[in-house]
């Protein structure tokens, strides 16, 4: 199995400019999550999606995030405008959720996106 | 609300001896999962070790084990016999079942320094 795919896997932008992440979750798994990692804030939840619905959007930072999940294979995180303090690890993972709460349902993480802004 | 609580920003470990990394957690939820993630200098997260809130015995992996407490809401993961590559950034983290039931919370992690 190729695991959670996630390009780029470095990028350097300027300030302002729009920034897209893209994530390709492992086939088969139904839940899709991104998490940015900063020394300060430590993993952060920003969104999650079960069967490409999202389903809490609670840590999306401001109106300048923004994801999709057209389908069940593919995902963006996307930023516009961007700004320093948006220079982060973004790691996308994913997760087959039919088991319930007693069930191992671990999440897989890509090998991130490190973003730096200029 | 939930939380993860790691204290222990830094441990260090001698080569072959054994290490305990504690996490704490609160919930409401009766039903949740506990997990244990990985990250060496590399970046990437690997998973090692899960433990459900109903399960009666604590989970091992080969190494690592997790001390599930649940009256003291502690999940503390212990390596045995630890190696070099074992030096890495260790997250505790919880999932129950606040909105659906997927979303998971992590610690800030402890840094694990393995000395030869």
């Known amino acids: 199995d190729a695991g959670v795919i996630q390009s780029p896997r470095h990028e350097v932008t300027e300030m302002g400019q729009e920034v897209t992440l893209r994530c390709k979750p492992i086939s088969g798994h139904n839940s899709l999550f991104w998490y940015r990692q900063t020394m300060m804030r430590g993993l952060e939840l920003l969104i999650y999606f079960n069967n490409n619905v999202p389903i809490d959007d609670s840590g999306m930072p401001e109106d300048r995030f923004s994801a999709k999940m057209p389908n069940a294979s593919f995902s963006t995180l996307k930023i516009q405008p961007s700004e320093p303090r948006d220079s982060a690890v973004y790691f996308c993972?994913?997760?087959?959720?039919?088991?319930?709460?007693?069930?191992?349902?671990?999440?897989?993480f890509g090998p991130g996106t490190r973003l730096t802004v200029l | 609300a939930q939380k993860i609580t790691q204290t222990q920003p830094g441990m260090f470990v001698q080569e072959k001896e054994a290490v305990t990394l504690d996490c704490t957690y609160d919930?409401?939820?009766?039903?949740?999962?506990l997990f244990w993630y990985k990250q060496p200098s590399s970046g990437e997260m690997i998973f090692l070790i899960y433990q459900g809130s109903y399960d009666e015995q604590n989970a091992t992996e080969g190494r690592y084990s997790l001390n599930f407490q649940k009256a003291r809401k502690s999940a503390n993961l212990v390596i045995s016999a630890s190696q070099l590559g074992d030096s890495a950034m260790y997250f505790c983290?919880?999932?129950?079942?606040?909105?659906?039931?997927?979303?998971?919370?992590f610690g800030a992690g402890t840094r694990l320094f393995v000395k030869a």
């Open positions: 983290a919880m999932r129950d079942r606040n909105t659906g039931g997927f979303k998971t919370i």
């Open positions: 919930t409401s939820d009766q039903s949740y999962g």
């Open positions: 993972a994913s997760s087959l959720v039919g088991r319930g709460l007693a069930g191992n349902n671990e999440q897989f």
